[in-house]
């Protein structure tokens, strides 16, 4: 019937789309993690503010503590 055409090239667009919708809640459920984190580490001390991902280990979440910018998570310090 004229449903054949029609039923071939629906589903690979809807495949393609699923592809893409599953690479951005990927990448949504790891900027959630990463946030899920810095919110952790900037409640561990009133002193602490969480500046960004650490160039060290690409996970974890820089705090900066007075003078001092380290990784909650590989260990990573830096000194300002
Ligand atoms: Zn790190």
Redesign the pocket.
């Known amino acids: 019937m004229a449903g054949e055409s029609l039923g071939r090239r629906a589903p690979r667009r809807r495949v393609d789309r699923m592809r893409e919708l599953e690479r951005r809640v990927g990448r949504l459920e790891a900027e959630l993690a990463w946030l899920r984190r810095a919110v952790e580490a900037d409640g561990e001390d009133a002193g602490a503010v969480a500046v960004g991902p650490?160039?060290?280990?690409?996970?974890?979440v820089?705090v900066r503590r007075r003078d001092e910018l380290r990784?909650?998570?590989?260990?990573?310090v830096t000194f300002l």
Do not use: I, N, V
Not at 54 to 60: A, E, I, L, S
Not at 71 to 76: M, V
């Open positions: 650490c160039p060290g280990c690409g996970r974890g820089l990784c909650s998570t590989c260990g990573y």
